[in-house]
């Protein structure tokens, strides 16, 4: 079974610009959670979806946004990127919000 | 005070003897809690939840829940230079619609041959 999938791997940007990542979940699961993370410490919440609607948020500035698609996959996108949001962007699904999460391979955001 | 805190080790065990990580958490609310392993560089995989007080064991990993004390432990048995990884303690922290993960700050362990 194909588990959760992520694109791009790796990204260089510059400040100021901005980037999409994208996420499939796994098949049947219907809530996506966004987390970042930085070298040495652990995953920090960033958005929760499910059925397409948000149903977290974490303490992030608001040049973070993400949305749901009707077919459960998700985009983050962060707005006038600085150089503090490098950094790894996980995707992780699960069946639903409350259900054990499962993370994709990660996004690795450089800012330069 | 964190809301999920972890030793950051390292935790440095020979190989064959059981390795014990520790975690605590603030919100004695959370029903759901769970233990991610992940080796440099990589995501974090997924190797056991824990909703009720007790043990639950799944092959050499066991992880132990104590509500009233608000603490999660992991066991691994004979273990590993495989195991050597940063092990993140997460809590579900459930809001009005939906659950987030808190994570510690994740516990190094290496495992010498």
């Known amino acids: 079974d194909a588990g959760v999938t992520q694109s791009p791997t790796h990204l260089i940007k510059t400040r100021g610009q901005q980037v999409t990542l994208r996420c499939s979940p796994i098949?049947?699961?219907?809530?996506v959670s966004w987390y970042q993370q930085v070298l040495g410490q652990g995953p920090q919440f960033i958005f929760q979806?499910?059925?397409?609607?948000?149903?977290g948020r974490g303490n992030f500035p608001d040049r973070f946004s993400a949305r749901q698609f009707p077919n459960y996959s998700s985009e983050l996108n962060v707005n006038a990127l600085l150089l503090g949001d490098s950094a790894l962007y996980l995707c992780?699904?699960?069946?639903?919000?409350?259900?054990?999460?499962?993370f994709g391979p990660g996004t690795r955001l450089t800012v330069t | 005070q964190k809301e999920v805190e972890q030793n950051s080790g390292p935790l440095s065990v020979p190989e064959g003897a059981i390795a014990s990580l520790n975690c605590t958490y603030s919100?004695?609310?959370?029903?759901?809690f769970f233990w991610y392993r992940q080796y440099s560089g990589k995501s974090p995989e997924l190797i056991m939840s824990?909703?009720?007080?007790g043990d639950k064991e799944d092959g050499r990993f066991t992880a132990q829940l104590n509500k009233a004390s608000q603490y999660v432990s992991l066991l691994i048995r004979d273990s590993q230079p495989s195991d050597s990884a940063t092990y993140l303690c997460?809590?579900?922290?459930?809001?009005?619609?939906?659950?987030?993960?808190?994570f510690g700050q994740g516990t190094e362990l290496s495992v010498k041959p």
């Open positions: 992780a699904s699960s069946f639903r919000t409350e259900n054990e999460q499962y």
């Open positions: 098949s049947g699961h219907k809530s």
């Open positions: 979806y499910y059925e397409k609607e948000e149903r």
């Open positions: 919100d004695r609310g959370s029903q759901s």
């Open positions: 824990i909703y009720s007080n």
């Open positions: 997460a809590v579900n922290v459930l809001g009005n619609q939906g659950g987030k993960l808190i």
